[in-house]
């Protein structure tokens, strides 16, 4: 069995800036999946960096973890049963500043 496909994202928002300008796009992303699949599910999945020690890594995780949880609760204002929106939070070594990465299914 080879290597797990990597998902592509339908939105994701980089926190890399102070002010950070994401409900148009996700507003449009979010109407567009659900005329295309009105039973869609939107996996809402922030990704904070790694740290430096263990302190950073906590405090780094919570942030994205509360980027995650708002953009997750403004699907939910855009009229989305909140049974189609799921959320988890997770560390990628990969990035350098907190991520919230929106899947569909």
Do not use: C, H, W
């Not at 069995?1 to 300008?21: C, D, F, P, W």
């Not at 009105?38 to 990704?47: E, K, L, N, Q």
């Not at 939910?76 to 049963?81: A, D, I, P, S």
């Amino acid at each position: 069995m080879g290597a797990q496909q990597e998902r592509i994202a339908l939105v994701t928002i980089r926190y890399n800036q102070k002010v950070i300008s994401y409900k148009g796009q996700l507003y449009n992303a979010v109407t567009e999946a659900v005329k295309t699949k009105p039973t869609v599910v939107f996996d809402v999945v922030s990704y904070a960096p790694v740290g430096r020690d263990a302190k950073s890594n906590m405090k780094l995780s919570e942030r994205a973890y509360s980027y995650g949880a708002q953009v997750a609760e403004d699907i939910k204002r855009m009229g989305v049963n909140p049974q189609q929106v799921t959320f988890s939070s997770q560390q990628d070594p990969r990035i350098s500043f907190e991520e919230v990465r929106v899947f569909v299914r």
